[in-house]
């Protein structure tokens, strides 16, 4: 999969927004969304956010997670455990990329969250990384990984995916010319 | 602009509701002030999914032909230009209803029986001629003073982001884009320092709201976020970009108060520098590099001497605005103007004028700061010839006085040429020469004299390009060359376009040019 293509599903993430305008009750075919009212607010998808957002129409406000004491316990968290821990949202780089993109002015501490996430980031994919060189070099057939998130697992997969058929090919190779040896003696 | 004010009629109606089924052609003159205004309506089209279509034009030709081009299905058509508001003359003095046709056509009409009637028709038929005739004489005399002296009004930028602003949908961005248009007129002396600080007292509470920011470390924004301060700037072009001594030599006002062209002017700037406590080394590199304690000074330190080498302070320094969006990114709106010209006008071969239309678009959009860094290159570029072309007139002297007024030509055959076969290039040498030949001169009078001044355009059509401006101590920046053009070129039948925006600057051919300037001489008497 694409990292757009990511992106896409998890602008399906609900966050608040306080909009400035007045509209009823949207009925779209994800679902129902409003109504809206100045002031107050209320839940919508993360692409309605970002397009209100973008044309002036309302206020993003941070998700509950998104904030510089809770990601440096998760990455403190990360640090310490020598498996994956679970992630307070599932599309955490994206919404941090999206939301920092288009409405930094309304996420207090943005360049400090901008680095946490980087970070938290890093660590779990060198966690990875070094996860796949064991499991190739311990000649094992499966391998379980909890709470790993769609995004990371997409950075690896094309890779992963043709290293291991080269590795199964050549593997076939050298048993095939270990049988051609075997039959010639 | 009152189309503009046309369109917040029909576009964004009573109920503020906008209209999507309307197109909106939008015309935009070669100007920054203009485009910024474009910028900003084409921020706000996108926040209402309007419909919109933006073409540049050069001149009154390109404005027709754009017009007839793109109006299919347009229902509203917005020009893009700074133009003078005051004096418009009446509807009604200038425009009539062609009532009178009717009782023309009566009168031919041979009808014996009502002979007597016809008489009477006649003498109300004479009145009414007679009263045609003097309204016309009036409407000739109010068109001619209405045309006779050219000026400018309000920033298109500035009334666009006031519309913005009760539309609720300003924003930093749009501010900033407005400061820019406003600076623009007065840098390129559209407007005098009066109305320019007007403008500038309605942009400050606007700057203050929307960069307020409290100083606990609760609310901290993001370096990213684009950050408008108010400072009184100093008006050295793009110092912070460039190295000290480059700008003091490349500004208008220090240039022609060393007279830096001479070796006693460079001489004692040298002196001033050293006065000042800063050493010529610092002062020629580039300025970020220059030790942290002599750049905070530099503005206490230019304060202090400032009287002992008369330098005025109104022209050194101006009250203005600068912006800060991330590490690198602090740019003065001077630094923004000089740096948009430049990009605008482009001499590059592959560039068509469109291309370097879109290209300056991409300059005030400021997320693409490589833009800007080039373009900043390039005025620095450009900058560095009009000083040299300066120098030459004055070393040469080249600038002759012609009894009403003085005029020069750009000599051909130099490769810095070809920077000002462009209006506003041409416009900003015009200036500087007249300013810098006011200083040299031992005459008096020369302070109240116009400058005309030739260039060279195209040479495929042998043209060149005529710019008049008013003398230096008119503070009222009213333009009579307009006009004086125009009767120039009728009465010796030369072949001259009168097509750009700014009617103080025409297209001539190069062969008529004798007889144009005898032409005007004599008007001008």
């Given amino acids: 999969m694409d990292p757009s293509e990511v992106e896409f599903i998890s602008e399906k993430e609900s966050i608040s927004i306080v909009p400035n305008f007045s509209l009823d009750k949207i009925y779209l075919i994800g679902g129902d969304v409003g109504p809206f009212n ?106 379980m990984l909890n709470y790993l998130t769609l995004m990371e697992l997409n950075t690896v997969r094309p890779f992963l995916t043709k290293a291991l058929d080269h590795i199964q090919q050549l593997r076939n190779n050298v048993s095939y010319g270990a049988a051609l040896w075997s039959s010639q003696d | 602009m009152w189309s503009c004010k046309l369109s917040t009629g029909t576009v964004y109606a009573a109920d503020k509701e906008p209209r999507t089924e309307h197109r909106v052609l939008v015309l935009v003159a070669f100007e920054i002030d203009a485009l910024c205004a474009c910028k900003i309506l084409q921020y706000l089209f996108q926040c209402d999914h309007v419909l919109y279509t933006i073409v540049p034009v050069t001149g009154k030709q390109d404005l027709e032909r754009a017009f007839v081009e793109h109006s299919e299905g347009v229902q509203v058509c917005l020009l893009m230009k700074e133009d003078d508001l005051e004096n418009i003359p009446e509807f009604r003095d200038v425009f009539l209803e062609d009532e009178s046709d009717e009782d023309d056509l009566d009168n031919d009409s041979d009808d014996p029986e009502t002979g007597q009637k016809k008489r009477r028709f006649d003498e109300a038929a004479l009145i009414k001629r007679m009263e045609k005739r003097k309204w016309e004489e009036n409407r000739k005399k109010i068109l001619f003073e209405y045309t006779e002296f050219s000026g400018y009004g309000l920033s298109s930028s500035l009334l666009l982001y006031d519309m913005a602003w009760k539309m609720s949908k300003d924003t930093n961005d749009l ?157 003065c709106a001077t630094d923004v103007i000089y740096a948009s010209e430049a990009v605008l006008q482009d001499v590059e071969k592959e560039y068509s004028d469109s291309d370097n239309f879109l290209h300056t678009l991409d300059l005030l959009n400021r997320s693409k700061t490589e833009c800007m860094e080039k373009g900043i290159e390039m005025a620095k570029i450009q900058l560095s010839a009009l000083v040299k072309q300066v120098q030459s007139f004055l070393d040469a002297n080249l600038v002759i006085s012609a009894g009403p007024f003085l005029y020069a030509f750009v000599q051909e055959g130099t490769p810095d040429v070809k920077f000002f076969a462009k209006p506003i290039n041409l416009a900003r040498l015009a200036r500087f020469t007249l300013e810098a030949y006011c200083c040299v001169s031992r005459n008096k009078k020369v302070k109240t004299l116009p400058f005309v001044l030739g260039a060279h355009h195209n040479s495929d059509m042998g043209t060149m390009l005529v710019i008049g401006i008013p003398p230096v101590l008119d503070k009222s920046l009213k333009n009579c060359f307009g006009k004086a053009f125009e009767q120039a070129a009728a009465t010796t039948n030369s072949r001259t376009l009168h097509d750009f925006f700014d009617s103080h600057i025409i297209e001539l051919k190069s062969e008529d040019r004798s007889k144009f300037f005898d032409a005007l001489i004599s008007l001008l008497q």
Avoid at chain 2, 213 to 239: A, G, H, Q, W
Wanted: net charge negative.
């Fill in chain 1, 38 to 143: 100045p002031g107050l607010q209320l839940d919508v998808p993360l692409w309605i956010a970002v397009n209100l957002k973008q044309r002036q129409k309302c206020r993003i406000i941070a998700p509950d997670w998104m904030d510089v004491e809770i990601l440096e316990e998760k990455k403190q968290e990360e640090q310490e455990s020598k498996f994956f821990t679970k992630m307070p949202c599932d599309y955490y780089m994206e919404i941090t990329q999206l939301l920092l993109q288009h409405a930094p002015d309304n996420i207090p501490k943005a360049d400090e969250i901008r680095m946490l996430v980087k970070d938290i980031w890093d660590l779990r994919i060198a966690k990875l990384r070094s996860s796949i060189d064991i499991f190739v070099k311990s000649d094992v057939t499966h391998a």
């Fill in chain 2, 175 to 331: 501010l900033w884009l407005a400061i820019i248009g406003v600076t623009e007129q007065y840098i390129n002396q559209h407007v005098e320092r009066d109305k320019y600080m007007e403008s500038i007292a309605e942009l400050q509470p606007h700057v203050s709201r929307l960069n307020h920011r409290p100083d606990d470390e609760e609310s901290s924004i993001s370096i990213d976020c684009l950050k408008v301060m108010f400072d009184n700037e100093l008006r050295l072009t793009m110092y912070r970009h460039w190295s000290l001594f480059e700008s003091l030599c490349h500004s208008e006002y220090t240039t022609c108060k060393f007279k830096i062209w001479t070796m006693k002017g460079r001489k004692r700037l040298h002196e001033f520098l050293a006065d000042m406590g800063l050493p010529l080394v610092q002062c020629k590199q580039k300025f970020t590099s220059m030790d942290v304690s002599y750049k905070e000074s530099v503005k206490d330190l230019f304060k202090k001497f400032q009287d002992k080498y008369s330098i005025n302070e109104q022209d050194l320094f101006l009250p203005s605005f600068h912006a800060q969006y991330g590490y690198k990114n602090r740019y």
